[in-house]
């Protein structure tokens, strides 16, 4: 039986990661190094957890919801399909997807760069609010995004955000799909047991079906 194909969805992670304007950019110290009175190295790490690929909670975006460690972890894993929309504009509509939206799996990811930035940009691709109510009325328990957010930059409502509230949908952002193609898959993307926080960091990966 041949080895499934892995395809690893998250960016490297260091001061040099885009952030959103105004959110905590990751930075790594050393409080101990090997040497004549110390047997290890030991790091620390300040980061806001939207850095990198990541795994929001209802806790950011509604004030007394869950926060990440309180979240169900089945969405994260599972049978998944990525979906190409490509350079289709500021919002992610229905018609986008509809070429590949028959028997939909529980999680959608969906493609809209060439490249996932590697810096800051503000007119990233995000969900129009009615496509996630759409996915959601397809059974589909989690979205994903290969941009910094599912609601665009400029955004103060959150309307896309709003939706995965009011469907109870969980969300991954910031993913690197430049070498996906679309199809189906399995979803690993599991959140960290960070207790109270509103996202957390994820190491996300799709494994090839048998």
């Not at 529980?106 to 009615?130: E, G, I, K, M, N």
Request: aromatic fraction near 6%; proline fraction near 11%.
């Amino acid at each position: 039986m041949p080895t499934p194909r892995l395809w690893d969805l998250s960016p490297p992670v260091s001061a040099a990661s885009p952030i959103f304007p105004g959110d905590q950019p990751f930075a790594l110290q050393w409080t101990a190094r090997i040497g004549p009175d110390c047997p290890v190295n030991l790091s620390a790490v300040t980061t806001s957890p939207h850095v990198g690929a990541h795994a929001d909670a209802p806790l950011h975006y509604a004030h007394g919801a869950p926060a990440i460690d309180e979240v169900d972890l089945a969405p994260y894993l599972g049978p998944c399909r990525v979906i190409h929309a490509i350079d289709v504009g500021p919002l992610i509509r229905p018609e986008h997807l509809a070429h590949a939206a028959q028997n939909l799996p529980p999680r959608v990811l969906v493609r809209t760069a060439r490249q996932a930035d590697r810096q800051w940009r503000d007119d990233f691709s995000a969900y129009a609010p009615d496509t996630l109510a759409w996915l959601a009325a397809q059974g589909v328990r989690l979205v994903g995004i290969d941009t910094a957010s599912v609601d665009p930059a400029t955004s103060k409502s959150l309307d896309a955000h709003q939706q995965l509230r009011q469907h109870d949908l969980r969300v991954l952002e910031n993913l690197v799909l430049d070498e996906v193609p679309e199809g189906d898959y399995e979803l690993i993307a599991l959140p960290l047991k960070w207790v109270g926080a509103c996202a957390s960091p994820v190491r996300a990966i799709l494994r090839s079906l048998p």
